[in-house]
């Protein structure tokens, strides 16, 4: 596992981002953090969270999708917001490893400089993301194998491929399925399984099925005119794949937002199940044409609720509109998926 790129948070560091005020308590003064001295084996060994939080506030997986950087923030302004949350009896704080961020820095800055033109660009970021793929999955794996869920926030929907190699992974390891393969549900205006032709955003679920990792997906919310004939013949004449659109969902009328979320648990319930989305499906990211966020804290609450997750992955959504409102809401989804999964388990 390389975790070069890896920063760890201790607990200054964090109550430093925290704004502490009299007679309240706020996450981040509740949060587990890295112990000075440890091991990440021995903290995960250690910790009583269930869950582990970190960030990958790169874009590098977008520009090998010819995109616009729109990832990098995300993460930041989930800190901010959910460090400031209140803890209380709806969600105390201690639940919760707070981990830290990797930083590729270094690599986008080296194809950058190194890269003579467009197309040595592309191809640079997208042998780039084999590297964040290799990153990512070995820490995926580690929380995973320590009978933890993953919650991993920021960077391009490049990072659904280690997250769902990395659980797979750990949950062989443990014994949790026969086979290092899951299942996934991804909400998001894109299919995410564009064909294999070099690692990046926009193909992360078709290398995770052809290696082999993936078994069943589904997307709810895919936009018809964001998906390319192949594609959708692809996933029509797959028998492991599926789609609910958007518009059979708001145009159409043909099922309801909460049903067309509880067919794809019901079409993944078989084995362990990535949990996905895109931030970019939501109205006040993208625009009109985009579901709501009640409707993404739905999602979030009714999977952790009834499917057997295997982690938590919200990508994207972090442009020109990144604000402290988007921090604020995906503060609210993580928060919102952790205690679904808890009022389970209790």
Not at 273 to 279: A, S, T, W
């Amino acid at each position: 596992m390389n975790l070069t790129h890896f920063k760890f948070y201790g607990k200054e560091e964090v109550l430093q981002q925290t704004r502490l005020r009299k007679f309240e308590t706020k996450l981040g003064e509740v949060v587990q953090t890295m112990q000075p001295g440890i091991s990440v084996q021995k903290e995960l060994d250690q910790s009583t969270a269930g869950y582990v939080v970190f960030g990958i506030p790169e874009d590098i997986g977008i520009k090998a999708n010819l995109g616009s950087a729109t990832s990098r923030g995300a993460w930041n302004a989930f800190l901010d917001a959910f460090l400031n949350t209140q803890s209380n009896d709806f969600l105390e704080g201690e639940e919760v490893l707070l981990l830290g961020h990797f930083d590729f820095t270094e690599v986008e800055e080296l194809v950058e400089q190194m890269a003579l033109n467009a197309d040595e660009k592309t191809g640079a970021y997208r042998h780039a993301v084999n590297s964040i793929d290799d990153a990512v999955e070995g820490l995926v794996k580690l929380i995973v194998a320590s009978d933890k869920i993953p919650i991993v926030i920021g960077g391009g929907h490049n990072n659904a491929y280690p997250c769902i190699k990395g659980a797979a992974k750990g949950l062989a390891q443990t014994g949790q399925v026969a086979i290092p393969q899951i299942n996934a549900i991804n909400l998001d205006a894109h299919s995410g399984y564009a064909p294999t032709e070099g690692r990046h955003s926009g193909n992360a679920f078709r290398y995770a099925e052809e290696d082999g990792y993936l078994e069943k997906y589904c997307v709810v919310g895919i936009q018809e005119a964001c998906l390319p004939q192949n594609v959708w013949m692809d996933i029509v004449n797959n028998p492991f794949t599926d789609c609910i659109t958007f518009e059979d969902i708001y145009v159409r009328n043909k099922r309801s937002f909460v049903a067309a979320v509880e067919h794809a648990i019901d079409f993944t319930d078989d084995t362990h199940v990535g949990i996905e989305l895109d931030m970019n499906i939501l109205q006040q990211v993208e625009g009109i044409n985009g579901i709501t966020a009640m409707h993404a804290r739905q999602y979030l609450n009714l999977c952790g609720r009834a499917a057997k997750v295997a982690y938590l992955h919200i990508a994207e959504g972090a442009g020109p509109q990144t604000t402290a409102s988007v921090g604020q809401l995906t503060a609210y989804l993580v928060s919102d998926f952790v205690k679904a999964v808890e009022e389970i388990r209790d």
